[in-house]
C-alpha cells in the first residue's frame, strides 16, 4: 500500500487512487447519487414514489447547503492509473463525533464497467486512509438491505451491524 503524500490531499491503495472533485465533476455526479438514493428509499418501502423526490431535495438541502463547499463533506473522484475515472466517494467527517467516530460513507461507488474487478474493496480502503488522515477513529455507513453485494463487502472489510431496521408490508 502506497501513500501519497503529494500536492493536494491524494491517497493511493494499489491501484485506486482518490482526487478531490471538482465542482463541475460534483454536479456531474450529485443527480446520478440522489437518483439512486430515491430508488433504494423507494425500493425498500420507506418513501413512496408520489412524494420520493421532494424527500430527497430535503435530504440534499439539509446535507449539502453549501454543495461541495459544504464544511465536514469530501467528495473525490477515484481513479487508476494512469488516469481511468472508475468512481466516487461521498465521505463526510465530524472527528468530534462519539458515535461514528467521526466518518461517515454517504456514496461509495465503482462505474458499472469497473465492478467486479476488486476496485470496489481498494476504494473501500482508501476511503478509511482517507478518513483516517482526517482525524477519524471509525468510520460508519448504511446500506440498504438488499444491496448484497455492497453488505458482502463490507462484512468481509471487517464492518459490524450495529442497527438494523426491519418492514414487513400489510397489505
Ligand atoms: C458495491 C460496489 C462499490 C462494489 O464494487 P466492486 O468493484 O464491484 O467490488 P469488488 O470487485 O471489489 O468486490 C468486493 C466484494 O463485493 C462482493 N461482490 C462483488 N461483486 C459481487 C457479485 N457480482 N456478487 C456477489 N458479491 C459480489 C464480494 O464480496 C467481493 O469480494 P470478493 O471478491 O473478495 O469475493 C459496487 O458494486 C457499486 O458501485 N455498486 C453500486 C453503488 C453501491 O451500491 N454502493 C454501495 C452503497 S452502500
Known amino acids: 500500500m502506497e501513500r501519497n503524500r503529494g500536492p493536494g490531499y491524494s491517497y493511493?491503495?494499489?491501484?485506486?487512487?482518490?482526487?478531490?472533485?471538482t465542482a463541475g465533476e460534483f454536479e456531474d455526479r450529485l443527480g446520478a447519487v440522489m437518483s439512486e438514493y430515491v430508488a433504494e428509499q423507494i425500493q425498500v418501502g420507506n418513501w413512496s414514489s408520489s412524494d420520493a423526490e421532494e424527500l430527497a431535495r430535503v435530504q440534499q438541502r439539509r446535507l449539502l447547503p453549501h454543495g461541495i463547499e459544504t464544511p465536514g463533506m469530501h467528495w473525490y473522484?477515484?481513479?487508476?492509473?494512469?488516469?481511468?475515472?472508475?468512481g466516487f466517494l461521498w465521505l463526510a467527517t465530524?472527528?468530534?463525533?462519539?458515535?461514528?467516530?467521526?466518518?461517515?460513507?454517504?456514496?461509495?461507488?465503482?462505474?458499472?464497467?469497473y465492478r467486479g474487478r476488486g476496485l470496489g474493496r481498494q476504494l473501500l480502503q482508501a476511503a478509511e486512509l482517507e478518513a483516517r488522515r482526517l482525524g477519524a477513529t471509525a468510520i460508519a455507513l448504511n446500506v440498504f438491505g438488499p444491496n448484497r453485494?455492497?453488505?458482502?463487502?463490507?462484512?468481509?472489510?471487517?464492518?459490524?451491524?450495529?442497527?438494523?431496521?426491519?418492514?414487513?408490508s400489510l397489505d
Not at 96 to 112: H, N, Q, R, S
Open 94 to 113: 465530524e472527528p468530534t463525533d462519539p458515535i461514528t467516530g467521526g466518518a461517515w460513507i454517504y456514496a461509495i461507488e465503482v462505474d458499472p464497467h
Open 12 to 21: 493511493r491503495v494499489q491501484d485506486v487512487r482518490l482526487d478531490p472533485m
Open 149 to 168: 453485494i455492497a453488505r458482502q463487502l463490507y462484512e468481509s472489510s471487517g464492518y459490524d451491524v450495529t442497527s438494523l431496521q426491519m418492514r414487513k
Open 77 to 86: 473522484v477515484a481513479r487508476t492509473p494512469p488516469d481511468q475515472v472508475i
